[in-house]
């Protein structure tokens, strides 16, 4: 059996002439889904796959559909004859354009058994002669392809070795995704072999020496593993060590390596080429030419080995010298290779005389995080997901390292400035930052991700965000482009927006739209045994984002950075909650209350993300009120007394209006319970004087998304910041049931009806485990099911609502596309929570809260 080695990603051209069997070897050996049939799109531009008139337009299409494939990362067979040069030029050209390695597989029979296959098919009416030609075109191309550019070529000679052939997919050198670390990822080092010793060591690495006390390896006792980003050598005092170091390391199986442009400099130079011995190299020759020759020899053979980049933990990771941009990443090409050794230049130059780099990573949109080198920078700091963590050791500043996953950074200083920079160090440079040799401040200063781009939020977009998927409509983007660039707080201090609440299931008891008995068999349906049931507080939704200081700005150390100022209280969409200096006032309080508290140290963070209720509803929504429901009351108070009187008037004349005046009557009393429900709900405040805030989930601090914690802990934390403040913050009175106890269900019930009989709006009912909480099938639950009171509710459906003919239409109300919706932006603001938490770029994160936005486009009844 003949084995045919093709890497997992490639273009594969079969070439054989017509009768030699390659559609039923593409059958054969690959997927339909993967193969590109000549013949079948000509018959798809012309109707029939014999017009060979439609040949170039048929291939057109079919390079247009390799083209995706191969852009999507997907293995593509081309089923055609590839016989002509200019045929297969084409497909060289789409993958090199794609960056995936030409493979060509070449199927050669006997012409007499292709005549007699040819023959055999009555959609095939040319004669023998054109398969003579084609044998012979055949026989040309066969020493020609290598040349051409196929990377590997494949010949099978006559039917029995091409049935007998088998496929075998190699990985590329580049994928080692089944490595899931954990890592300790190393900047440059430019023969700074002191301060590697001393990073190693202070990560945790044990080195080991030879007889003349050189490090010629590490291990880490638990199994972690190096990955150096290259620039191993030039300019320091000890390049030569440095690559013992590292060669051992890599020999020994406990580190990775990735080339930098100047072991491509130095590898050309030991090879005799003709190079300008500049930046460096002039001291890494003189240091090895103190070496044995075999140790040089070893070094050149080492470096030649290396590859360009590495995809590591499943796609998660991407380490490359000086950056790699998602289109090139698990890719083979030469301008795959070129960008990660030396990344990109705009063609200009700074002050400096130096290249002023293309600042790539401002533009990121991968969901791997890439680390590199190249570039020095005085602090790493992260950038879309990616971050260089080059700190220019060699010219007095450190040499870091970037743990991953945890995202740790350790350095240590430069023990001296073994080279002068061309540009300072600490130059911020006007513009994207400057080239690798140029040692200077990187494009780290002008490419944060302060920025958002509209292509991410524009348009119809399908988003998969973890917990699930969505699609926002394009018109629903616009929507929520709307508020959010005329009427939001600044989107950096946007990072979550809380999801709408469904209803429980509609009540069947007489008199009641709404009653507990509903939201608790909800949940036990979803297999929930233990909820907490809350009191619903009625007045605004306010999340609050509160720094402890006014250092907010900041991320150069990995923390989450937000923007300038030290917090933001905004709505449930985003808008500013009341506008300085009374939202500057609130999280006053709060910060004071958090420090207070203890909340700083024990969560360990600078800042925290609360989802509250502010109290009295009318401090937010007294416009509201006065126009839509006082208004109602006022007309309701004018006019019905006057409509008794006269009816009063009438019916002492004997006329019969007695049923009427008894329907005028109860609509009275209707309507002073309306006033009195919205009245309970409004007192006056004058500035914060008046105002309460109730707190009721802890969302995030630095590091951590809190949603997988339970309610009695969120509510601890929030019963702590009204013990510090109890003035201002006000309690949410709670009673946890167990759905399998009667007796528990029943307390809870009695309890909601005194809070409802009270004035009360109602209770949120809960999943005791958390806003993360998922049901036996591993589906997220509903965070919330409110349950509100019956006399809350003539706010919502009006005063008459509860009357017999009302209720029963409102029973037919329908919850699933309000369910529906609430769960969507539940997910996506789990998701984003989950983002801040791993200190994701804005841009993702903004993605998520966008679509949550976009969400509230949705046509759902308001009063549900």
Request: proline share 5%; net charge negative; charged share 25%.
């Amino acid at each position: 059996m003949t084995t045919l080695d093709i890497p997992e990603l490639a273009l594969v051209a079969l070439v054989g002439v017509s009768g030699s069997g390659k559609s039923t070897f593409a059958r054969r050996h690959f997927a339909p889904t993967q193969v590109l049939s000549s013949d079948a799109f000509r018959a798809l531009v012309a109707d029939d796959e014999n017009d060979q008139s439609a040949s170039s337009d048929a291939f057109d299409v079919l390079h247009y559909v390799a083209g995706k494939r191969l852009r999507a990362g997907r293995l593509t067979v081309v089923d055609a004859t590839n016989l002509q040069q200019h045929a297969r030029a084409g497909l060289v050209t789409v993958a090199r354009e794609h960056d995936v390695l030409p493979v060509a597989i070449v199927l050669d029979v006997p012409e007499a058994v292709c005549w007699e296959r040819t023959q055999a098919r009555p959609d095939r009416t040319f004669g023998r002669q054109v398969i003579t030609r084609m044998q012979r075109d055949l026989r040309r191309s066969i020493g020609r392809l290598e040349r051409e550019g196929f990377r590997k070529v494949h010949v099978l000679r006559g039917v029995e070795e091409i049935e007998a052939a088998g496929i075998r997919y190699e990985k590329l050198f580049n994928n080692r995704k089944e490595l899931t670390g954990p890592f300790d990822i190393v900047g440059d080092v430019h023969g700074c072999r002191a301060e590697l010793e001393l990073l190693l060591e202070r990560l945790g690495w044990t080195l080991h020496r030879d007889a003349d006390g050189r490090p010629i390896g590490a291990e880490h006792p638990e199994g972690r593993t190096a990955i150096f980003v290259g620039d191993l050598v030039d300019r320091g005092p000890d390049s030569p060590g440095v690559l013992r170091l590292v060669m051992g390391m890599v020999a020994a199986g406990t580190a990775l390596c990735v080339p930098g442009n100047h072991e491509q400099k130095l590898l050309r130079k030991l090879r005799g080429r003709n190079v300008t011995v500049s930046h460096g190299l002039a001291e890494t020759l003189t240091q090895l030419e103190a070496e044995d020759p075999a140790f040089v020899g070893e070094v050149s053979a080492f470096i030649d080995g290396l590859v360009s980049h590495y995809v590591l933990d499943d796609g998660r990771l991407v380490v490359a010298h000086a950056g790699l941009k998602e289109e090139y990443q698990g890719r083979a090409s030469g301008r795959v290779r070129a960008f990660a050794l030396f990344g990109e230049t705009t063609g200009e130059t700074d002050e400096y005389g130096l290249p002023v780099r293309y600042p790539w990573a401002r533009d990121y949109r991968g969901s791997a995080m890439v680390v590199y080198g190249h570039t020095p920078t005085p602090t790493p700091d992260w950038v879309n997901n990616t971050i260089c963590i080059d700190t220019g050791c060699v010219f007095g500043g450190a040499l870091t390292a970037l743990r991953y996953p945890s995202r740790e950074l350790v350095s240590v200083p430069a023990a001296k400035e073994y080279y002068a920079p061309a540009r300072p160090l600490h130059a911020v440079p006007d513009g994207s930052g400057g080239a690798g040799d140029g040692a200077g401040a990187s494009d780290r200063a002008a490419a944060d991700d302060h920025g958002l781009d509209l292509r991410d939020v524009t348009g119809r977009r399908h988003v998969d965000y973890g917990y699930g998927t969505v699609t926002v409509p394009a018109e629903n983007a616009a929507a929520a482009l709307e508020v959010i660039s005329r009427f939001s707080v600044d989107p950096r201090w946007l990072p979550w927006l809380p999801p709408t609440m469904a209803p429980c299931s509609t009540s069947t008891r007489e008199g009641f739209l709404e009653h507990p008995t509903q939201a608790f068999a909800d949940y036990r349906s979803a297999g929930v045994d233990r909820v907490v049931c809350e009191e619903k507080h009625m007045g605004s939704r306010a999340v609050v984002l509160v720094h402890r200081g006014d250092t907010a700005d900041r991320g150069a150390d990995g923390t989450t950075r937000f923007g300038p100022g030290d917090g933001v209280v905004y709505t449930r969409t985003g808008r500013p909650f009341f506008g300085d200096p009374l939202d500057r006032a609130l999280l006053d309080r709060v910060r004071a209350a958090a420090t207070s508290a203890g909340l700083w140290a024990e969560l360990e963070t600078d800042w925290l993300l609360l989802d509250c209720e502010l109290l009295p509803w009318s401090a937010k929504a007294g416009g509201l009120i006065r126009e839509q429901y006082a208004a109602v009351g006022a007309a309701g108070r004018a006019a019905l007394p006057a409509v008794l009187e006269t009816l009063d008037r009438a019916g002492a004349r004997g006329l019969p209006v007695a049923e009427l005046r008894d329907r005028m009557s109860r609509r009275a009393a209707d309507l002073a319970r309306y006033a009195d429900a919205y009245r309970a709900y409004v007192r006056p405040t004058d500035g914060l004087d008046g105002v309460t805030l109730a707190p009721f989930a802890v969302l995030a601090s630095e590091g951590a998304s809190h949603a997988g914690r339970d309610h009695g802990w969120h509510l601890a934390l929030a019963d702590r910041l009204h013990a510090a403040d109890p003035g201002f913050f006000t309690p949410t009175r709670r009673l946890v049931v167990d759905l399998g106890d009667e007796a528990s269900v029943a307390e809870a019930t009695d309890w909601w009806l005194e809070l409802t009989a009270a004035g009360g709006e109602g209770m949120v009912v809960k999943p005791y485990a958390g806003p993360a909480a998922r049901d036996d099938r591993g589906r997220l639950l509903q965070p919330g099911i409110k349950c509100r009171g019956r006399e809350y509710l003539r706010i919502i459906y009006g005063p008459e609502y509860a009357g017999p003919e009302q209720l029963a239409a409102l029973r037919h109300r329908s919850l699933g596309r309000k369910r529906g919706l609430a769960l969507r932006e539940h997910g996506l603001g789990l998701a984003a929570l989950d983002l801040l938490a791993e200190r994701a770029p804005l841009w993702r994160r903004h993605e998520l809260v966008f679509a949550i936005l976009a969400s509230e486009s949705e046509p759902v009844d308001p009063r549900l």
